[in-house]
């Protein structure tokens, strides 16, 4: 293994446990690695986490592009379960929960902005490839294409809240399954395209 | 206004802007109140920032114990329902949301641990509540009795992912009264006394 990828390793580890507090000479001391050494490939603290973060953030935008362009486009409730497993899965590693965990918990800086950004588009991309489908699918399955922004809101927060209770509990376990199905029920009934018209909203 | 309101409420907002990294003498540059003066009322940094929070944990814990209590226990949906609409209008308030926020995201240490155990026990409180309602409301309802702890950790997701995305987006919009409605619909349907028989999960 190359000195740059032990240092990035290393790194990773260390930053899970003790997120962006940590600091080059900590991250020395808790390894054989010099200082100088860190030094000689990374010019900062902020630069050794992001460079170790974006790589991290590039392996979750390459492994939810491969899940959305080889889902069947035409339908969307295959997609959104296979992207929705596909996160349950992902974070199914202690050590990957504990480390976007500590990515959302970083404070305020630059470095948070950078993580943010980067993670903001990703997150964008996906969730706009997942409104296209609806779109599609809403043509030929009565539901309403006009109820696109609360699909796309919806599924947000059922991810956003599978997402945060996977970091308050730190375990996958099985109602996450029927979080899903509660959610793509709803779907069908609520965004059908009699049944906002039939409601006070 | 007292010195110990006073010094309670700035560091209310200051806490809001900077967390739990604030120090004594942040307080006392930041305020017109002398550090000997702060430590008249309290022991030490820790000591006032989790006397804060609490206060604030506090008027949660009673502000939700109305919602529940107030609502009319044979109607589960109307309970979750202005349970969910509270929490909506709660976070309303933008130094609220940042405050909150902020009490979701200090670094691990003693403090954290204690906001966590009061902050569980008010959530865990409240959630009991609405699943005993659950178990009631099924009997009569066609819902299954047994499918109580799918019911609570849906709510818990369809909570968590709407706080997150609160947190995240910082203000209220109207797509929220449509997820409440989804997961509704989709409890209603998934829940059904002969729903999930008949299907593989």
């Known amino acids: 293994m190359s000195k740059k990828q032990e240092i990035i390793d290393r790194t990773y580890e260390l930053f899970s446990r003790y997120g962006d507090a940590l600091s080059l000479s900590a991250i020395a001391n808790a390894t ?3 200082k100088s050494s860190l030094y ?3 010019d900062s603290k902020d630069h050794l986490l992001f460079h170790v ?3 991290e953030l590039q392996k979750f935008d390459q492994a939810t592009l491969d899940v959305l362009k080889t889902s069947d486009s035409t339908d ?3 997609t959104v379960s296979d992207f929705y497993y596909f996160i349950l899965y992902y974070f199914n590693d202690p050590t990957k929960l504990v480390f976007w965990k500590r990515c959302m918990l970083m404070s305020e800086g630059p470095l948070k902005k ?3 950004e980067t993670h903001m588009k990703i997150h964008q991309r996906n969730i706009e490839y997942i409104t296209t489908l609806y779109i599609d699918y809403a043509k030929t399955n009565d539901l309403d294409e006009k ?3 609360i699909f796309r809101h ?3 927060v059922l991810l956003l809240g599978t997402l945060y209770s996977l970091f308050v509990f730190e375990h996958r376990v099985t109602p996450y399954d029927h979080s899903f199905h509660i959610f793509w029920k709803g779907v069908q009934q609520h965004l059908h395209k009699n049944s906002l ?3 006070r909203l």
């Open 154 to 156: 919806s599924f947000m």
């Open 53 to 55: 973060i974006d790589l």
């Open 76 to 78: 969307l409730k295959k």
């Open 147 to 149: 109820n696109v922004d």
């Open 40 to 42: 000689a490939h990374f």
């Open 32 to 34: 054989s690695i010099k």
């Open 114 to 116: 950078k993580v943010e």
């Open 197 to 199: 018209s039939r409601e």
